[in-house]
């Protein structure tokens, strides 16, 4: 046994250094060759940042990240080493990332701190995770915000001529609609809007599925994957025919001023307004008559009043204001004293139609007065009164003929009686004239009788 050990011992001590340079020589081969085929290096792995849990923190916490698309853009290097092949086999799995469910995170990022990114898996076979950057970044909040918002129709275009599309009768389905998003985001909405082109329309518009837009104070558009809202509706837009209605003087003429006053004229304004309705409406429509001034009003001016009338009161069944602000209209009442004037008429002035020639006119001059508003009055000037004169009842000496005097519309007459001219007759015997066969006085009776 000991021999065997003995024997053992110098078989494995012979030639030691050579079986040294052999182990040392097969190592040194072994090295090479392995790292020839699959050689060790230092590599780069750029990988996305992954941002987890995020439904939960918009969702629980209400939180929604203002920087996410920047967040998600971020690029994170990843320094390993390893083998080529182990590289290669572990590029596709490592993950960098930030969990938004954990612990506190929310608190740190309301609080401005930055938050550490962490790199999945840290190792795979030989391979090293030497290091990766950045290391930390930096989430920006937002609140989530839920608002109602009512949904506008702007029309696009002009209806066709002689019809009217009226704004306030449009008809849009839904009408409000609930917006929910990032603060920052919906406060940047000013409106929601349906746009229809109304262009040479003349009946009434319907559509379905309309996109429905938010549009800030500018009219951009405002939009983001994290807004939220119902985005089409249907409109209905009725389009009615216009026309221009007259509107008429409002009666007076059996109204009693105060004693001594009476109405001058009336005016009124506006004397036309812009309607529309439908088209057997617009068909029969007529000129408005206005009520009649009230007497109540009336009976105790002596000076201009104005009375107010709304005219939707007046308006036929299916027909509308195109402005509703222009629903008044304004009457103004003017209202003056009446004036009595006297009128001296010169007896040459005065037209004596068949007057005889035995006659002759007493009066040199007459002298009328007239009552007439005190406008009225003041156009009277020229007074071309006529007398009428039938012979066949005129008497020997003194007769009254009554005068006609055109007077001016609302002007009259001062007194009881008529005025008149006086003129005398000297009647004629006919025995003291010789007539001829024709009934015809002779030549030396004409004479006689001049």
């Known amino acids: 046994m000991k021999k065997d050990l003995v024997k053992l011992r110098n078989s494995f001590l012979r030639n030691l250094p050579w079986k040294i340079a052999a182990f040392l020589m097969a190592f040194t081969l072994w090295f090479i060759i392995s ?27 209400g939180i929604h990240l203002e920087n996410i698309d920047n967040l998600r853009n971020q690029t994170i290097r990843v320094t390993v080493r390893g083998t080529s092949s182990n590289i290669d086999a572990i590029r596709q799995n ?20 930055p938050l550490s990114v962490d790199v999945q898996p840290d190792g795979y076979g030989s391979i090293e995770l030497l290091s990766f950057s950045p290391r930390n970044v930096t989430l920006i909040m937002d609140t989530i915000t839920t608002i109602d918002m009512v949904v506008d129709v702007e029309t696009e275009g002009t209806v066709a001529d002689g019809y009217f599309q009226p704004p306030e009768s449009v008809s849009v389905t839904p009408d409000v609609v609930t917006v929910t998003g990032p603060t920052s985001i919906v406060d940047r909405i000013d409106r929601l809007v349906v ?29 983001s994957i994290h807004l939220h809202f119902e985005n089409s509706a249907d409109i209905e837009i009725p389009i009615f025919r216009r026309a221009r209605v007259q509107i008429l003087q409002p009666p007076y003429s059996h109204a009693q001023s105060p004693p001594g006053y009476g109405i001058h004229s009336v005016a009124w304004n506006p004397g036309w307004l812009d309607v529309a309705g439908e088209t057997e409406a617009i068909a029969n429509l007529a000129p408005i008559v206005l009520d009649p001034i009230p007497q109540g009003s009336i009976e105790n001016y002596t000076t201009d009043f104005t009375v107010p009338y709304d005219i939707r009161f007046f308006l036929p069944t299916g027909v509308f204001l195109i402005d509703p602000t222009q629903h008044a209209i304004l009457v103004d009442v003017f209202v003056e004293p009446f004036v009595e004037r006297e009128f001296v008429i010169a007896i040459e002035d005065v037209a004596i139609l068949g007057l005889p020639a035995n006659t002759r006119v007493i009066d040199e001059e007459i002298t009328i007065t007239l009552s007439a508003l005190r406008t009225i009055m003041a156009a009277v000037s020229n007074i071309a009164p006529t007398a009428f004169v039938n ?55 004409e004479e006689a009788g001049d």
């Open 94 to 113: 490592i993950r960098a990332y930030i969990d938004l469910s954990a612990p506190g995170i929310i608190a740190a990022a309301q609080a401005g701190e």
């Open 391 to 445: 012979s066949l009842n005129l008497v020997e000496g003194y007769n009254e003929i009554p005068i006609v005097i055109p007077l001016p519309a609302r002007v009259s007459l001062v007194g009881e009686e008529a005025p008149f001219i006086t003129i005398y007759y000297e009647a004629i015997d006919e025995d003291e004239y010789d007539y001829d066969e024709d009934g015809e006085l002779g030549e030396e009776d």
């Open 35 to 61: 790292n020839v085929e699959d050689p060790m290096r230092t590599d780069s792995v750029p990988v996305f940042l992954e941002l987890r849990n995020e439904a939960a923190l918009m969702a629980g916490a």
């Open 195 to 223: 746009t229809v082109d109304t262009e040479g329309a003349y009946y009434a518009i319907a559509q379905e599925g309309l996109a429905i837009l938010a549009q800030d104070a500018m009219g951009t558009t405002v939009e």
